[in-house]
């Protein structure tokens, strides 16, 4: 299983983009790069998900370049609903497998 | 949306107590899983289940826990004879079969306090 690294915390401000950067340097070849949000008391949230080049949705962008050993999550315009805990994690996407969550990066967007 | 369904939302119990934790699926997924975190910890992964039985387990799942799927739309976590050291938050999370994108949805969580 492909270890992950990101950022123990980061602060922002309202109206700011925020990118966490996650590092994933043995990453497989069947790997997917997923991202979770998770609310205090609130089970974690499914926010994107890629294996290469950018991804995005209406809640986020998903930069992954050519190495694949890192990701960049960026969220556009944070507001203060945003602050939560945001985890990277490295797996190949087969129906069934278990999720392994590390520590995650703590976003707290203020005012 | 549909979303996954779990009760009790807080559980106070007895050391040496049995629980049952509750969850209710998403209708048309297949896959079931339980995670659980300790406070101010990582979410850790403890069971996974299809078809009617366990598909993986870590090593946090020993004799003490077992899953059950009895009717078709329930899936529960029993933790027989609770520790102090059981004092967490259970979540309980489904996926589809084969689907294309694998995310998992996770209910809101059951607060389990060990006293």
């Known amino acids: 299983l492909a270890k992950t690294t990101q950022p123990i915390s980061m602060d922002s401000y309202e109206g700011q983009e925020v990118n966490i950067t996650c590092s994933h340097n043995?990453?497989?070849?069947?790997?997917?790069i997923t991202w979770y949000q998770q609310f205090p008391s609130q089970g974690p949230r499914f926010i994107i998900q890629?294996?290469?080049t950018k991804v995005t949705n209406e809640v986020a962008s998903l930069f992954i370049p050519a190495d694949r050993k890192s990701s960049t999550l960026s969220l556009p315009r944070v507001s203060l609903s945003d602050t939560a805990v945001y985890y990277c994690?490295?797996?190949?996407?087969?129906?069934?497998?278990?999720?392994?969550f590390g520590g995650g990066t703590r976003v707290l967007v203020k005012p | 949306e549909p979303e996954v369904t779990q009760t009790p939302s807080h559980q106070v119990t007895q050391m040496g107590q049995e629980v049952i934790l509750r969850c209710v699926p998403i209708s048309n997924h297949l896959y079931f899983y339980w995670y659980r975190q300790i406070l101010g910890q990582k979410v850790e992964f403890l069971v996974s289940f299809y078809n009617n039985e366990i598909s993986e387990k870590s090593e946090i799942f020993d004799d003490q826990f077992s899953v059950e799927r009895p009717d078709g739309s329930n899936f529960t976590l029993k933790i027989r004879s609770t520790k102090l050291e059981d004092s967490a938050m259970y979540f309980c999370a489904s996926g589809r079969l084969a689907d294309i994108n694998s995310e998992a949805f996770f209910g809101q969580g059951t607060r389990l306090t060990v006293v």
């Open positions: 043995n990453i497989a070849t069947n790997d997917y």
């Open positions: 994690l490295v797996g190949d996407k087969a129906a069934g497998n278990k999720l392994t």
């Open positions: 890629g294996y290469k």
